[in-house]
């Protein structure tokens, strides 16, 4: 049984390794929103394969303010997210002739 906790600890940071790379090379805000919450997912797997490894329950109430924390967050930053193309009023190329 320990193989299957090893195998899934590895897993869990080869998932976040490669969401870390899509976090720091994500080209706009809503890639790295993504990865983000993609961090936040995999952090959450984590925990809970330790709940589940370790037999403590303790953990959990961790998890749920994680995911509350998380959700909140994205929803915030969705709404009031600001386009990465924000056009320039002084911009003479974009202006209606």
């Known amino acids: 049984m320990n193989l299957v906790w090893h195998i899934a600890a590895v897993l869990l940071i080869a998932a976040a390794g490669v ?18 919450d993609t961090l936040v997912a995999v952090t ?27 959700f909140l967050g994205s929803v915030s930053v969705t ?3 600001v386009p990465d193309t924000a056009i320039n009023p002084r911009d003479e190329r974009r202006t209606p002739r």
Do not use: E, H
């Open 44 to 70: 959450m797997c984590g925990l809970a394969a330790w709940a589940a490894y370790s037999l403590d329950s303790t953990v959990l109430y961790g998890m749920v303010a994680l995911s509350l924390i998380s």
């Open 79 to 81: 709404r009031f997210r």
């Open 19 to 36: 969401t870390t790379y899509r976090l720091l090379a994500g080209p706009n805000t809503l890639d790295r929103l993504v990865a983000v």
